[in-house]
């Protein structure tokens, strides 16, 4: 590239064509110099620089905003003094025993600002930016119990002026919509999922809590997570209607600093489509509205069980994020750990990438609470340092296309005309050889050889400018070659990552059959196992009941054998008294030796084993055999009676000696 100085300034135009197209502009002074001005049109240059900016990206920070709560009751109570001051509408100060820090920020709210002002600062602007294709993002941040809900959601039952950003934000989605142009065709999506042990739950689809999502990165959607629930909406009521029956299953818990702690990170999503039909732009672009989990220190909170374990987690990924925040402010810092957290990972647009982020840092104002506020005050400064590289998320058609290649043609053609007139201008030369010949004039000679030196110059720069048109021109060709290369690299990569999506989604499918498979083997392994205990216990008492009924046969089976003996015995005397009274029958009426005393003495020993009484007490029955009773019902010592005409002594006898028995 040509450098332009002294009294080659006429061409500057050429200069200027190459300031459009990158390259260095000419000194201040020679752009001011009226003689040389070109004739431009600016509507062409305005429209050109309109439709190219679109498409390049530029950097902004992250904006951060701080505000002060209101003193609580329990801090009122408790007469704690202020150690947060403002300054001014962007300072802070905060004093500690020894010393105060001071902290500058893009806006100060005092603990007297409303909802409104809030908006009208912070939310304003970023729904402005959303309409105009940019991807935006809102953050509250602090200490629980500082105000972050109170500044994203506000106050659900109480007057409109409670209403936090995200009602306000979604009011007046639709007033945009209804305020824009009649040729642009409006799409709005919702969705509201929370982090909650670094599980994600989404919150409109709270049927589906036992499901683990995956989050998932592609170049149609940026980095997102694989099938969350949206909510199509057109209506103000619609959205309202579907953001506070999410908001109600949001996990909540008391701890000792607030009795309505959020033990989640909340994340409400607005995707924004805008297709327009004339010239058939495409603009999609998201907002991220985030309500954090207050950090805490489980001493002052009083967490315990699982408020306790909540509280880990939500430190955890905290944490997460100021590594994440202070690697992006680290130039030496080569890798962001985005991946750690899930929190991280969802907002990896929005901390460094292609997003305008907006951070409200909230703050309590008292003594109390001073290393908390200290702690969240550097967190919002280092935050403050994060560049991001934001660009309009549009799609331009094929006739937007041939646009911006008709404009490139007309701007050259212009500046052609330009440098044409340029030419056109005095030669320096001329007026050269017109000077008169006086005493302080130049020589003839001189002024020959200056000419002479001057027209190879002008051949030379002439030369030179088509050279470079001729570059420029071959620079524009291949720009296009190469856009329209990445378009169609960006196409077949498209359609990879659709296929690879597919084959992820089957084989999600394929996993979840699996896990069925496997639900239903662990429910038939219990259905087995608790079968199996059940013939064990059938076992054992069959077994019970087999060894009783042995026991039960064995003592039948001896009382059996005990009856037995006693009736033979009962047999055999009964053999023996029949033999006897076949003796005494015998005997002769009259005999000396035998006479009726003797008889008495003779059968005054015998006595039948058991009384007669007793063996006719109780009847046979089945139950009387059973080993509970301890009685047997079946008598067999059946005995005989006795004949008559017996002596009566005799009798008598018998009968006392079963009496006795």
Same mark, same amino acid.
């Given at each position: 590239?040509?450098?332009?100085?002294?009294?080659?300034?006429?061409?500057? *135009?050429?200069?200027?064509?190459?300031?459009?197209?990158? !390259?260095?502009?000419?000194?201040?002074?020679?752009?001011?110099?009226?003689?040389?001005?070109?004739?431009?049109?600016?509507?062409?240059?305005?429209?050109?620089? %309109?439709?190219?900016?679109?498409?390049?990206?530029?950097?902004?920070?992250?904006?951060?905003?701080? %505000?002060? %709560?209101?003193?609580?009751?329990?801090?009122?109570?408790?007469?704690?003094?202020?150690?947060?001051?403002?300054?001014?509408?962007?300072?802070?100060?905060?004093?500690?025993? &020894?010393?105060?820090? #001071?902290?500058?920020?893009?806006?100060?709210?005092? @603990?007297?600002?409303?909802?409104?002002?809030?908006?009208?600062?912070?939310?304003?602007?970023?729904?402005?930016?959303?309409?105009?294709?940019?991807?935006? #993002?809102?953050?509250?941040?602090?200490?629980?119990?500082?105000?972050?809900?109170?500044?994203?959601?506000?106050?659900?039952? !109480?007057?409109?002026?409670?209403?936090?950003?995200?009602?306000?934000?979604?009011?007046?989605?639709?007033?945009?919509?209804?305020?824009?142009?009649?040729?642009?065709?409006?799409?709005?999506?919702v969705s509201l999922m929370?982090?909650?042990?670094?599980?994600?739950?989404?919150?409109?689809?709270?049927?589906?809590?036992?499901?683990?999502?995956?989050?998932?990165?592609?170049?149609?959607?940026?980095?997102?997570?694989?099938?969350?629930?949206?909510?199509?909406?057109?209506?103000?009521?619609?959205?309202?209607?579907?953001?506070?029956?999410?908001?109600?299953?949001?996990?909540? !818990?008391?701890?000792?600093?607030?009795? +309505?702690?959020?033990?989640?990170?909340?994340?409400?999503?607005?995707?924004?489509?805008?297709? /327009?039909?004339?010239?058939?732009?495409?603009?999609?672009?998201?907002?991220?509205?985030?309500?954090?989990? !207050?950090?805490?220190?489980?001493?002052?909170?009083?967490?315990?069980?699982? #408020?306790? &374990?909540?509280?880990?987690?939500?430190?955890?990924?905290?944490?997460?994020?100021?590594?994440?925040?202070?690697?992006?402010?680290?130039?030496?810092?080569?890798?962001?750990?985005?991946?750690?957290?899930?929190?991280?990972?969802?907002?990896?647009?929005?901390?460094?990438?292609?997003?305008?982020?907006?951070?409200?840092?909230?703050?309590?104002?008292?003594?109390?609470?001073?290393? +908390?506020?200290? @702690?969240?005050?550097?967190?919002?400064?280092?935050?403050?340092?994060?560049?991001? =590289?934001?660009?309009?998320?549009?799609?331009?058609?094929?006739?937007?296309?041939?646009i911006r290649v008709s404009?490139?043609?007309?701007?050259?053609? &212009?500046?052609?005309? +330009?440098?044409?007139?340029?030419?056109?201008?005095?030669?320096?030369?001329?007026?050269?050889?017109?000077?008169?010949?006086?005493?302080?004039?130049?020589?003839?000679k001189e002024i020959t050889?200056?000419?002479?030196?001057?027209? *190879?110059?002008?051949?030379?720069?002439?030369?030179?400018?088509?050279?470079?048109?001729?570059?420029?021109? &071959?620079?524009?060709?291949?720009?296009?070659?190469?856009?329209?290369?990445?378009?169609?690299?960006?196409?077949?990569?498209?359609?990879? +990552?659709?296929?690879?999506?597919?084959?992820?989604?089957?084989?999600?499918?394929?996993?979840?059959?699996?896990?069925?498979?496997?639900?239903?083997?662990?429910?038939?392994?219990?259905?087995?196992?608790?079968?199996?205990?059940?013939?064990?216990?059938?076992?054992?008492?069959?077994?019970?009941?087999?060894?009783?009924? /042995?026991?039960?046969?064995?003592?039948?089976?001896?009382?059996?054998? $005990?009856?037995?003996?006693?009736?033979?015995?009962?047999?055999?005397?009964?053999?023996?008294?029949?033999?006897?009274?076949?003796?005494?029958? =015998?005997?002769?009426?009259?005999?000396?030796? =035998?006479?009726?005393?003797?008889?008495?003495?003779?059968?005054?020993?015998?006595?039948?084993?058991?009384? $007669?009484?007793?063996?006719?007490?109780?009847?046979?029955?089945?139950?009387?055999?059973?080993?509970?009773?301890?009685? $047997?019902?079946?008598?067999?010592?059946?005995?005989?009676?006795?004949?008559?005409?017996?002596?009566?002594?005799?009798?008598?006898?018998? /009968?006392?000696?079963?009496?006795?028995?």
């Amino acid at each position: 590239m040509r450098s332009v100085s002294g009294p080659q300034s006429p061409k500057t *135009p050429q200069t200027k064509r190459n300031v459009l197209l990158g !390259g260095a502009g000419p000194p201040p002074a020679q752009r001011a110099s009226p003689s040389i001005r070109p004739k431009t049109s600016p509507t062409v240059k305005g429209a050109l620089r %309109r439709n190219l900016d679109a498409s390049f990206s530029n950097s902004s920070n992250i904006l951060v905003f701080c %505000r002060l %709560r209101p003193f609580s009751s329990a801090e009122e109570v408790g007469q704690a003094s202020v150690s947060v001051h403002n300054i001014d509408d962007k300072t802070v100060t905060v004093d500690e025993k &020894e010393s105060s820090t #001071t902290f500058k920020y893009d806006h100060v709210f005092l @603990s007297d600002a409303n909802q409104e002002t809030v908006y009208n600062v912070v939310g304003k602007k970023t729904l402005e930016d959303l309409f105009q294709g940019f991807n935006g #993002t809102i953050l509250a941040y602090g200490q629980t119990g500082a105000g972050k809900s109170h500044t994203m959601f506000g106050e659900m039952k !109480g007057a409109r002026t409670g209403l936090g950003l995200i009602p306000r934000i979604a009011e007046n989605i639709f007033k945009h919509i209804a305020a824009g142009s009649s040729d642009v065709q409006y799409t709005v999506g919702v969705s509201l999922m929370e982090i909650y042990k670094e599980h994600i739950v989404d919150l409109l689809h709270p049927q589906s809590k036992a499901r683990e999502y995956l989050i998932q990165q592609d170049p149609a959607n940026g980095v997102h997570v694989k099938g969350l629930s949206h909510a199509f909406v057109a209506t103000p009521e619609e959205m309202d209607l579907i953001f506070w029956q999410g908001y109600q299953l949001r996990k909540k !818990g008391a701890t000792a600093l607030n009795a +309505e702690s959020s033990r989640s990170h909340a994340i409400f999503q607005v995707t924004l489509t805008q297709n /327009n039909t004339v010239d058939g732009e495409l603009k999609k672009s998201n907002l991220f509205l985030v309500d954090l989990a !207050g950090s805490e220190k489980f001493d002052r909170s009083g967490s315990q069980g699982n #408020t306790l &374990e909540e509280a880990k987690k939500i430190n955890q990924s905290l944490s997460t994020l100021g590594l994440v925040i202070n690697s992006l402010t680290d130039p030496k810092c080569a890798y962001v750990p985005y991946r750690d957290s899930k929190l991280t990972r969802i907002l990896q647009e929005s901390l460094g990438g292609n997003s305008r982020t907006t951070l409200i840092v909230n703050v309590s104002p008292a003594s109390t609470s001073t290393s +908390e506020s200290m @702690s969240t005050l550097r967190f919002g400064t280092r935050a403050k340092n994060i560049r991001n =590289s934001v660009h309009v998320n549009s799609e331009l058609s094929m006739e937007q296309l041939k646009i911006r290649v008709s404009l490139l043609e007309r701007l050259n053609q &212009e500046l052609e005309l +330009e440098l044409k007139e340029v030419k056109k201008q005095p030669n320096p030369s001329h007026d050269l050889t017109s000077i008169d010949n006086t005493p302080g004039a130049f020589n003839a000679k001189e002024i020959t050889h200056t000419v002479s030196g001057l027209v *190879p110059s002008s051949e030379e720069l002439k030369r030179k400018d088509a050279k470079i048109m001729q570059l420029e021109q &071959e620079l524009l060709e291949l720009k296009m070659n190469n856009l329209k290369i990445e378009h169609s690299e960006d196409l077949k990569l498209f359609k990879l +990552e659709s296929a690879l999506h597919q084959i992820n989604d089957k084989l999600k499918d394929v996993e979840l059959m699996n896990e069925n498979l496997r639900r239903h083997l662990i429910i038939s392994e219990k259905i087995i196992k608790h079968r199996d205990e059940k013939i064990k216990k059938l076992c054992s008492v069959v077994n019970d009941q087999q060894m009783q009924v /042995n026991q039960e046969s064995a003592h039948f089976e001896s009382k059996l054998r $005990v009856l037995k003996s006693k009736l033979d015995a009962q047999r055999f005397r009964e053999t023996s008294r029949r033999a006897g009274n076949l003796a005494y029958d =015998s005997l002769p009426s009259t005999t000396e030796t =035998s006479t009726e005393d003797d008889i008495i003495v003779q059968y005054a020993d015998w006595k039948p084993i058991t009384p $007669v009484k007793d063996l006719l007490r109780e009847p046979v029955t089945t139950s009387n055999l059973s080993p509970a009773s301890p009685k $047997v019902g079946l008598n067999l010592r059946i005995v005989k009676p006795l004949r008559g005409g017996r002596p009566a002594r005799f009798e008598d006898t018998e /009968n006392q000696g079963l009496e006795d028995e």
